[in-house]
């Protein structure tokens, strides 16, 4: 039981280059987020997925698109790169509706770097 | 909407030490709430919640919040820290008006010395 796995673990960008990053998780969670981590700012919600087929933005969804494959996979996409999203990334995942106020499990983080 | 505020961003305290970690909130309904950590390059996990009941909540690791509805506070304690407490430590709010998305205060860095 591997939690909530993110892939790459570190990315380094060119300015209007673009990348997706993974996510997956198998604890046969229904919602899943999107996450940033800036200094001084606490996390940020990006997007969220209540349940597989849909997504709904977040605090700070411009510039980010984002795709819920199946059950187990979120990914975030940036389609082109700005050093203004230089910052950690986290995915998390929650348990199943009905248990609402269950905790979100988040995934060891990917640090991008813009240039 | 929900707003959360961490009184201290940096926290130095020496090994067996209590730690107090404040957390304030800003919500016209009733809310719940949490204390994740986060270690040295990790991602955050869980060391309490608040969801209704006793307003003393024990968690993980000898930790303990106290939810005090008058003074819309949550705050989080620690008798005696231990080195391996050196982290970060956020408090965040949800409800169900928001769709229970997390809310997170902007963070305490704890730096536990010998």
């Known amino acids: 039981n591997a939690g909530v796995t993110q892939t790459p673990k570190f990315q380094v960008l060119k300015t209007g280059q673009s990348m997706t990053l993974q996510c997956a998780q198998d604890?046969?969670?229904?919602?899943m987020y999107w996450y940033r981590q800036d200094p001084g700012m606490g996390l940020r919600l990006i997007y969220y997925s209540a349940s597989e087929g849909t997504t709904d933005k977040g605090e700070v969804p411009n510039g980010y698109n984002v795709s819920r494959l199946n059950k187990r996979e979120f990914s975030l996409r940036l389609e082109s790169a700005a050093p203004s999203q230089t910052s950690v990334y986290f995915c998390?995942?929650?348990?199943?509706?009905?248990?609402?106020?269950?905790?979100?499990?988040f995934g060891p983080g990917t640090r991008l770097t813009v240039l | 909407a929900q707003s959360v505020t961490q009184l201290d961003s940096q926290v130095p305290v020496f090994e067996e030490a209590p730690v107090e970690l404040r957390c304030n909130y800003s919500?016209?309904?009733?809310?719940?709430l949490f204390w994740y950590v986060q270690y040295p390059n990790q991602g955050l996990q869980l060391l309490l919640k608040?969801?209704?009941?006793?307003?003393l909540v024990k968690g993980i690791n000898g930790f303990e919040a106290e939810f005090n509805k008058s003074q819309t506070s949550f705050h989080l304690r620690k008798p005696s820290v231990h080195i391996s407490d050196t982290a970060e430590y956020f408090c965040a709010v949800s409800h169900p008006v928001n769709d229970y998305k997390l809310s997170f205060g902007a963070g305490t860095t704890v730096t536990v010395r010998a």
């Open positions: 919500s016209s309904v009733s809310v719940y």
């Open positions: 604890m046969n969670h229904n919602s």
């Open positions: 998390a995942s929650s348990e199943p509706p009905g248990l609402r106020t269950d905790t979100q499990y």
């Open positions: 608040y969801l209704s009941g006793s307003t």
